[in-house]
């Protein structure tokens, strides 16, 4: 549920304990647990989401491979792929300018180079990529 920044993880007790090292000194609020167990009520909704981002993650994941500024599209089990690109601070300046938000990850250890970008609706999806196509660098 990232939308109410809301995550789960499900782990064994010596990673929980990890965790519990470093999570902030606060639990989730009211609301945000309220909205959680509605959630948890529909998982049918729940399972239509998550097939359309699956779908839209490998649709975006594709279409970005072929175009002449990204240089490789990382795997992804999550709701973004890390997109290694040409000269991402230019590509995240002019996403900017259109509208879209991507994270920029260039200077990042291990992710130079990169944009973070999240997997939207489909709409969103295909105007990243429209954007992109017409990205004056390429």
Same mark, same amino acid.
Not at 17 to 46: C, D, G, M, S, W
């Given at each position: 549920?990232?939308?109410?920044?809301?995550?789960?993880?499900?782990?064994?007790?010596?990673?929980?304990?990890?965790? @519990?090292?470093?999570? #902030?000194? /606060?639990?989730? @609020?009211?609301?945000?647990?309220?909205?959680? $167990? =509605?959630? $948890?009520?529909? #998982? =049918?909704?729940?399972?239509?989401?998550?097939?359309?981002?699956?779908? =839209?993650?490998?649709?975006?994941?594709?279409?970005?491979?072929?175009? !002449?500024?990204?240089?490789?599209? +990382? #795997?992804?089990?999550?709701?973004?792929?890390?997109?290694?690109?040409?000269?991402?601070?230019?590509? /995240?300046? /002019?996403?900017?300018?259109?509208?879209?938000?991507?994270?920029?990850?260039? @200077?990042?250890? $291990?992710?130079?180079?990169?944009?973070?970008?999240?997997?939207?609706? #489909?709409?969103?999806?295909?105007?990243?990529?429209?954007?992109?196509? @017409? +990205? !004056?660098?390429?």
């Amino acid at each position: 549920m990232a939308g109410i920044r809301l995550g789960m993880a499900f782990a064994s007790k010596e990673i929980i304990h990890l965790f @519990n090292k470093v999570k #902030p000194p /606060y639990n989730i @609020n009211q609301l945000t647990q309220e909205k959680a $167990l =509605e959630a $948890l009520q529909r #998982p =049918e909704e729940k399972d239509r989401m998550v097939e359309i981002l699956l779908r =839209e993650r490998e649709k975006l994941e594709t279409e970005l491979g072929k175009l !002449p500024s990204v240089h490789r599209v +990382y #795997p992804s089990d999550a709701n973004f792929l890390l997109v290694r690109v040409t000269d991402p601070h230019a590509m /995240y300046t /002019y996403l900017v300018e259109q509208g879209i938000i991507v994270r920029n990850r260039a @200077n990042v250890h $291990l992710c130079e180079g990169s944009l973070r970008i999240s997997i939207g609706t #489909p709409e969103e999806n295909t105007a990243l990529v429209a954007a992109l196509k @017409n +990205y !004056p660098n390429d």
